[in-house]
């Protein structure tokens, strides 16, 4: 899914079966705010004239009907579920122990706080979703919107040629059924819903980057890879790390441990 956000400085990788973000390696690269920023805007821009009518063709040829298999509420299958401001509201407000910091944290200072865009749901040790009990959702009704529109998605990614284009649908062929007739009304709705989605994904990741690079500047901070790197080491080990969560324009401070994964 696309919210494994990769820095041209941090690269970073998930084991699934842990829960626990993984150091691989780093290069002294400043990081760029002006030209992620206007990447992201030109994305959005993209978004913004992507044709309804194709999206839609691509929904009616793939014809997903869930089966209930429950693989994509497991980090195993879907890494992580990214959330969006107001649905950590409201995940928050039915249990807050069900939030997060999502990881792949973005940024790091050099004093060795992490910053990160938003936050994601909280998995158990064994990577199923922390609503998800004998294979059902208990907060269905009330579940966030990646949950909403999943498999469908709507961005910019890689692929394994690396040849970067937009993708419609995740996990292809590996969960649901395929070929169902999906009316005209529905591909409708669900062409809305992705667009919103997606768009205001991009709205909160370019305000996050506004924020910290405004807190930068205000404090006299930067990006550090040293401390990233210090400090994500002494996260594997078990120790504490302080996350600067973005939500609602504003930072959350949280402190966490791999454990919290």
């Known amino acids: 899914m696309q919210n494994v956000f990769n820095l ?10 842990a829960g626990v973000i993984v ?18 805007t030109g994305e959005l821009s993209g978004l913004a004239a992507y044709p309804g009518d194709r999206f839609i063709e691509v929904v009616k040829k793939v014809g997903f009907e869930c089966n209930l298999c429950g693989k994509c509420c497991t980090r195993d299958f879907n890494d992580h579920a990214f959330l969006l401001d107001d649905d950590a509201e409201r995940v928050g407000g039915l249990d807050r122990a069900a939030l997060v910091p999502a990881p ?7 004093a060795g706080t992490f910053y990160v865009s938003g936050y994601a749901i909280r998995a158990r040790r064994d990577g199923t979703c922390h609503f998800l009990e004998n294979g059902r959702c208990r907060v269905y009704e009330q579940r966030p919107r990646i949950c909403r529109i999943y498999p469908y998605m709507l961005h910019r990614e890689e692929d394994d040629a690396g040849v970067v284009d937009w993708r419609q649908i995740s996990g292809l062929n590996r969960h649901g059924y395929y070929h169902s007739e999906i009316g005209d009304e529905e591909c409708g709705r669900i062409w809305e819903e992705v667009k919103d989605y997606e768009t205001l994904f991009l709205k909160q990741e370019i305000a996050f980057l506004e924020a910290v690079k405004t807190h930068f500047e205000a404090n006299g901070l930067r990006h550090s890879p040293m401390a990233y790197d210090r400090h994500m080491r002494r996260f ?13 324009g504003q930072f959350e401070t949280h402190t966490v441990t791999k454990k919290d994964y």
Do not use: Q, W
């Open 104 to 110: 792949y944290y973005e940024l790091c200072d050099p």
């Open 23 to 40: 150091f691989t390696s780093y290069s002294s690269t400043s990081y760029n705010f002006e030209e992620r920023i206007m990447e992201l």
């Open 8 to 17: 041209r400085s941090i690269y970073l990788a998930v084991c699934p079966y």
């Open 236 to 248: 594997e080990r078990g120790g504490k790390v302080k996350v600067n969560v973005f939500h609602k």
